[in-house]
């Protein structure tokens, strides 16, 4: 893979002016408060603060989905313009706490867990469906895992890309139940499953 950078100038330039326009559209009325309010520029300055934070997260996960897509970190490196060791001591860390399991039930008659491991943005929703067929539904997940629960019927599991506020309404009026804040690029979501629907 050549140093060269993957996206072209038009689309550099198109997420930029997005996270500009995010930043500055979002907190209500901050645009105009900035002609004539001394405090709009410490709400821009908030604003800003939050988008950055966004940005960080979004760019850890963008990196172990990467990883779990099957790129080295020696690849990952060189898009980020570092070195492997650079790349792999900032985000691996980071990832190894990043599961977003809920916290199990206890008791002798709570519900069995089991980790689903060594997955890839390739096989993970092979893998879920396999699992919700035989009764298992998706709990929390992390790089290269999803956590899985035992339950009395089977279950559906799908994944899209962020989705806006309306497609999200429109998969839990479907009856979808979203599972965590999402992993970016993904959202997922699962639902209970008629006898013989699950992964189909």
């Not at 172990?64 to 313009?81: I, P």
């Not at 709570?110 to 035989?134: Q, S, V, W």
């Not at 979808?176 to 629907?197: E, H, N, Q």
Request: proline share 7%; charged share 20%.
């Amino acid at each position: 893979m050549s140093n060269e950078p993957l996206l072209n100038p038009v689309e550099t330039a198109r997420i930029r002016e997005g996270i500009a326009a995010a930043v500055l559209g979002a907190p209500e009325g901050l645009a105009d408060s900035l002609e004539h309010d001394a405090h709009g520029y410490l709400r821009l300055v908030d604003a800003s603060r939050v988008g950055a934070e966004e940005a960080s997260r979004l760019l850890r996960e963008a990196v172990q989905g990467a990883r779990a897509a099957g790129h080295s970190w020696d690849t990952v490196g060189r898009v980020l313009g570092v070195s492997r060791q650079a790349a792999q001591q900032r985000f691996a860390a980071k990832a190894a706490g990043a599961g977003r399991s809920a916290p199990p039930a206890e008791g002798p008659n709570a519900p069995k867990r089991r980790i689903l491991g060594g997955l890839t943005a390739f096989n993970e929703m092979a893998a879920l469906d396999e699992a919700g067929r035989d009764g298992w539904h998706m709990v929390g997940y992390g790089p290269f895992f999803h956590e899985v629960e035992a339950s009395g019927h089977p279950w559906e599991h799908c994944r899209m890309t962020l989705p806006s506020g309306a497609r999200h309404r429109r998969m839990e009026s479907e009856g979808w139940i979203p599972v965590g804040v999402g992993w970016f690029p993904w959202r997922y979501y699962k639902r209970p499953a008629a006898p013989g629907t699950a992964g189909t």
